[in-house]
């Protein structure tokens, strides 16, 4: 069950927006999500009291982005746990809510294994639900963790590539505190940079269909007073082909075993730009994304959303007469258009300059430096 109440905190903080936290109210545990489908127009927070709401909160985009995704189904399954529901049923239906971003199930996973270990050593349902909460903390503290450094190793590799400083960054979707336990994965390099003072600009893709960059990223780089200039995903080309940009940065929702870069529709566009145009195209991600057991991009998953989302927009539009309304969303196209809608494209390896994590900056790309790398971490 999802309830729903207006954030009361401290909105002057630049980038610390609780993207979701543990309750314990009198009524019982909670996990509480700012609903990212409301931004940036309210800070609204979703209450979910069970599996199912945050099902449906992940599906419906309100909670979203890899590394927020896997810290969000660890949590699921503890609030199933701790609210005595069946542990193995949630952790089943929230690996698959959404197909793409691997943290998603590897983060259920963690706390599923948790709580058997915790029932195997001979704990009873408290214990183990205890177990599973602590595990979901944990992968919160760590995320913000690999988020920190990967921000110190995305800055120092800009400066190496980059010398001069100035940088003129590309980002697609959104990849700050809005999807992670810290900063975020590419935007917490941007804003390391801006606050070294070596960021002269961050061109925000606006991400269509669901405006991730527009009302996310825009919402995020004005909280931490970001020079940002907000364009259309088709006029990242001409943005090139005009010089203004020194290099993009990218998070990702799936790295396979060599080196191919799930993320955001429209990602794979801005890496053969950056390769036409000899700008370096850099992956931000924890290790946690990368899926040793994904072998290429040819076997990812990538989900199919809606059509709706497509032929309707999330921003007020001058309605087409005729046209019918399925998302709640202003329609632009004419009655039964079909509409192709893949959330995410693959970039392969070939195409990436580097690869920045926690652990270390893989480039070039190889499977096998992009093992060494993973290896260095602590995989569960
Ligand atoms: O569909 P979304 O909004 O969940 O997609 C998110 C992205 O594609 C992000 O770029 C990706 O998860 C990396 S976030 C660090």
Redesign the pocket.
């Known amino acids: 069950m999802a309830d729903q109440y207006a954030y009361s905190g401290d909105d002057k903080r630049p980038t610390e927006i609780p993207a979701i936290r543990w309750e314990e109210p009198p009524e019982g545990p909670v996990l509480v999500l700012l609903d990212q489908t409301r931004l940036p127009a309210e800070e609204v927070e979703l209450v979910c009291t069970d599996a199912p709401a945050l099902v449906e909160a992940i599906r419906s985009?309100a909670v979203?982005?890899?590394?927020?995704?896997g810290i969000a189904g660890a949590y699921g399954v503890a609030l199933a746990a701790v609210r005595g529901f069946d542990v193995d049923e949630a952790a089943a239906a929230l690996a698959s809510a959404?197909p793409t971003?691997v943290n998603l199930a590897l983060g259920v996973r963690r706390a599923q294994s948790a709580h058997e270990a915790a029932l195997a050593k001979g704990g009873d349902v408290r214990q183990a639900a205890s177990a599973a909460l602590a595990a979901a903390r944990q992968l919160h503290r760590e995320d913000a963790e690999a988020s920190a450094r990967m921000a110190e190793h995305g800055l120092a590799l800009l400066d190496e590539l980059l010398p001069g400083g100035g940088h003129r960054i590309l980002t697609?979707?959104?990849?700050g505190s809005l999807?992670?336990g810290g900063e975020?994965?590419?935007?917490a390099v941007g804003l390391a940079a801006h606050r070294a003072g070596r960021l002269r600009r961050l061109w925000v893709d606006e991400t269509r269909p669901?405006l991730?960059g527009a009302r996310l990223t825009a919402y995020e780089a004005a909280r931490s007073g970001l020079a940002y200039t907000l364009l259309t995903d088709n006029a990242a080309g001409s943005l090139f082909a005009a010089g203004e940009v020194d290099a993009v940065l990218?998070?990702?929702?799936r790295i396979t075993a060599d080196g191919s870069v799930a993320?955001?529709v429209g990602?794979y566009p801005l890496a053969v730009l950056a390769r036409y145009h000899h700008v370096p195209f850099i992956v931000?991600?924890p290790v946690t994304?990368v899926d040793p057991d994904t072998p290429d991009g040819a076997s990812i998953e990538v989900?199919q959303r809606p059509g709706h989302e497509v032929t309707e927009v999330v921003a007020p539009q001058v309605p087409v007469a005729g046209a019918q309304e399925a998302g709640g969303g202003i329609p632009v196209a004419p009655l039964g258009t079909q509409a192709y809608n893949p959330?995410?494209d693959v970039t392969p390896p070939e195409l990436v300059t580097a690869i920045v994590t926690e652990e270390g900056v893989v480039s070039p790309v190889t499977a096998e430096a992009l093992a060494e790398v993973c290896a260095r971490s602590r995989r569960v």
């Not at 979203?64 to 995704?69: I, K």
């Not at 975020?184 to 935007?187: E, H, L, P, Q």
């Open positions: 985009l979203r982005g890899a590394p927020l995704l959404r971003a697609h979707c959104n990849t999807v992670s975020g994965t590419a935007f669901l991730q990218i998070g990702a929702d993320n955001k990602s931000v991600a994304t989900e959330a995410f």
